[in-house]
């Protein structure tokens, strides 16, 4: 697989910028983000230099730094991390060192693309910081596998020889209900899903090797987490990404003291929550999370993730405690010392909440930066946009209105659009003369008015379907377009996995993807079309 490595990136892809749709809060804070100071800090750029909590010689409350090196370095040697990997990992142990943290939960095969998105936004933004700082700067993807929404990590789509959306589902056990992610292993069920992908993906070059590695990585007996993190680290080999199991048990009781914290102090936090999701809600937002999203979860006698009473005592890490939502973050902030966050939307609005728990637990803040969104275009799905003139957002409609734009004969269109104008002028006239002899008629002749038009109608469908079939490629052109970049209707990054592009255009996907969020035309304000 083509390394990662900086002097050896392809020519960035053409970079073109959309404003966002409707982001929740994110979409506003981008545009306005001193509107909001006082909810996140505005990282639109992080400071130079980096304020003074950040300075290589500032006090701050950190896990020990070598031990929860030590477990990371472990866990990216374990998953098969490359050289680039590993130094990045050890250069964590350097005191002046900060991280650049990412996560999303362990989605099979590789989960959405955005999870790969992520990791590399991550990556741009480390060297972006490092080069500024002439600090080390680590990009760090923690992998969330306490999650136990397996309804949401256990599917994935891909795209099938035509262009059609397939799922890959895999199987529960039902022995496992609500037990988290790190918890699941893979049976050899696993063979069967790669085989149905080998039967889906259309063949390319690339197909064999492809699935070769998604063999070696989803293995029967693998945990979906592991397999998930060696995958990562394989298709992003050299550059420099390492990833976190914070599900390690040795990782958990170096976060002991934040998990007690958050019991003891659970009222006090809670208060604070409710108080910014007020002023949230106060502004016109949603809150992402309720307060309740704030406590600690152990696992139970059968292994389920379960909520610990805050009253309860927590002595060890035997019980496997792991964080809700709203504390995940503090968690983290704890155990690395992270000087920005790269999130989603969602993930944006989550940190929005919990501002005050930072000074609660006397954990130093990040800046919350967003994960660039994109779109990846291929040149057919180009050619919509610039040679028929499609809008890119028309695409995301779930009709064919704006084929039916494209294709309407233009001298049809004026002729019945003439025939229109006259027959409202001239029945105008008529329903005037009739009204003065009769205020009842002037109903029926509006009547027949409509009735008219709406024959008039009906032809201009006959015309536009005459052209349609006329433009057969044209339209076929539109809906494998419509259907790779907005699947089901739902955005490419979030319902696409990875494989759809590593099948298509090969192991220097991840390569090429990184040159692009690195590109000066990359926009983490904006939705970043990226024209391969």
């Not at 680039?84 to 099979?108: E, F, K, N, S, W």
């Not at 492809?210 to 987490?225: E, K, N, V």
């Not at 064919?400 to 105008?428: F, T, Y």
């Not at 090429?512 to 590109?519: Q, T």
Request: aromatic residues 6%; charged residues 25%.
């Amino acid at each position: 697989m083509s390394a990662l490595a900086p002097e050896a990136l392809p020519a960035p892809a053409a970079v073109r910028r959309l404003a966002l749709l409707d982001e929740g809060f994110l979409t506003e804070w981008v545009e306005d983000p001193e509107r909001f100071a006082d909810l996140l800090p505005n990282p639109f750029p992080i400071p130079d230099p980096l304020p003074s909590r950040f300075a290589a010689d500032a006090p701050a409350r950190l896990a020990p730094r070598d031990a929860v090196v030590r477990l990371i370095e472990g866990t990216n040697r374990s998953l098969g991390g490359d050289a680039a990997c590993r130094a990045a990992a050890r250069g964590l142990r350097d005191p002046r060192a900060l991280a650049v943290v990412t996560g999303q939960q362990a989605g099979i095969f590789g989960g959405p693309l955005y999870s790969l998105a992520k990791g590399l936004s991550a990556v741009a933004l480390a060297r972006r910081l490092q080069d500024r700082t002439g600090r080390p700067v680590v990009p760090v993807f923690w992998i969330e596998g306490d999650d136990a929404d397996f309804e949401e990590i256990r599917s994935t789509t891909v795209l099938d020889a035509g262009g059609a959306p397939h799922g890959i589902r895999i199987g529960a056990d039902d022995d496992l209900s609500g037990a988290p992610a790190f918890r699941r292993r893979l049976t050899d069920d696993a063979g069967a899903h790669i085989d149905e992908l080998a039967s889906v993906l259309p063949p390319t070059s690339f197909t064999g090797p492809l699935l070769a590695d998604l063999r070696h990585a989803y293995a029967p007996g693998a945990s979906l987490t592991g397999a998930f993190g060696r995958f990562l680290l394989h298709i992003t080999r050299g550059a420099g990404l390492v990833v976190m199991d914070p599900t390690d048990g040795a990782m958990k009781e170096l976060a002991l003291p934040v998990f007690r914290e958050a019991l003891r102090d659970h009222h006090e936090a809670r208060g604070r929550i409710e108080r910014q999701t007020t002023r949230i809600a106060a502004a016109g937002f949603r809150p992402q999370a309720a307060p309740e999203g704030y406590g600690v979860f152990h696992l139970d006698a059968s292994g389920a993730r379960k909520r610990l009473a805050h009253s309860a005592p927590l002595e060890s890490a035997e019980d496997s405690p792991s964080a809700a939502v709203l504390l995940r973050p503090l968690v983290q902030d704890y155990l690395l010392p992270t000087v920005a966050y790269v999130g989603g939307p969602a993930e944006v609005a989550y940190h929005a909440q919990i501002g005050p728990l930072y000074d609660l637990h006397q954990i130093r803040r990040p800046f919350i930066v967003p994960r660039h969104l994109i779109a990846v275009l291929t040149r057919s799905a180009a050619r919509v946009l610039d040679r028929d003139g499609i809008a890119f957002d028309e695409l995301s409609r779930g009709d064919e209105s704006a084929l039916n734009r494209i294709l309407a004969d233009p001298a049809a269109q004026a002729a019945l659009g003439r025939a229109k104008g006259a027959v409202r002028g001239s029945l105008r006239e008529v329903e005037e003369a009739l009204a003065a002899l009769d205020r009842s008629l002037r109903a029926a002749a509006r009547q027949t008015t409509g009735r008219i038009l709406a024959i008039l109608g009906k032809l201009e469908g006959k015309s536009v379907r005459a052209a349609k079939r006329l433009a057969a490629e044209r339209r076929a052109r539109f809906l494998k377009a419509r259907e790779f970049l907005f699947p089901g209707g739902v955005p490419q990054e979030r319902r696409l996995s990875p494989l759809v592009f590593l099948n298509l255009f090969g192991p220097e996907f991840p390569r090429w993807l990184l040159g692009a969020l690195l590109s000066p035309d990359a926009d983490r304000t904006k939705r970043n079309l990226l024209f391969r």
